[in-house]
């Protein structure tokens, strides 16, 4: 394996450009960053998997919330997906390719894109062949529509994942940010 050669240890960063700072505000984001202009070296360990949300993570997703309009996103909608028993998707990217085919779905029923925040949650299934077992399921905040009906969002759903017709499913209404919907619920 070939190394970087303007990395003399893994601990030397190099300088690419000056220091700088800048200023965003955008929505409720107010941020100021400082950039120090080192190019820092890829870590040398392998990573280790993911647990839970990481600080980082959970700062990135607070940010993208802060960017938003809220008053120009409203009304907005809350779904949550559920897989039953039989059909729990093992692979990461069979999920996330079932989240997108849902937001193409939506898509089409608004005739436009429309803007969603979702999050995949793991939780302890309460019953079933996976009780006491960690098991995901998805949340989507669709925002800009008002018009999702819960029965449609189970059809499409029953589609996407081959599923018998009692899969559960919830859609609820955004009612601003103090109501249904807080920020810490999606992230």
């Known amino acids: 394996m070939e190394t970087d050669p303007r990395f003399d240890s ?13 200023l965003t505000i955008q929505g409720e984001l107010v941020q100021l960053r400082y950039r120090d202009g080192l190019v820092h070296p890829p870590p040398r360990a392998k990573r280790s998997s993911i647990a839970s949300l990481s600080p980082a993570s959970r700062q990135r997703a607070y940010r993208a919330l802060a960017r938003v309009n809220w008053p ?3 009304p907005g909608q809350f779904v949550t997906l559920t897989y039953p028993d039989d059909l729990i ?4 990217e069979v999920r996330t390719e079932q989240r997108a085919r849902m937001q193409q779905y ?8 429309v803007p969603m925040f979702w999050r995949a949650e793991w939780e302890v299934r309460k019953s079933g062949m996976y009780y006491n077992s960690l098991i995901p399921h998805w949340h989507i905040m669709c925002l800009t529509i008002n ?11 029953r589609t996407i994942i081959g599923s018998p017709p009692w899969v559960e499913v919830d859609v609820r209404e955004i009612y601003g940010m103090g109501g249904c919907a807080d920020r810490k619920s999606v992230v």
Do not use: T
């Not at 998707?89 to 990461?92: A, L, N, W, Y």
């Not at 018009?147 to 759903?157: P, Y």
């Open 72 to 74: 120009d996103c409203m």
């Open 10 to 22: 893994p601990s030397q960063p190099f300088r690419l450009a000056e220091p700088s700072y800048s």
């Open 147 to 157: 018009n999702l009906a819960k029965e449609q969002v189970r059809e499409w759903w």
């Open 106 to 113: 939506i898509d089409r029923f608004a005739k436009r894109p």
């Open 89 to 92: 998707p093992h692979k990461p």
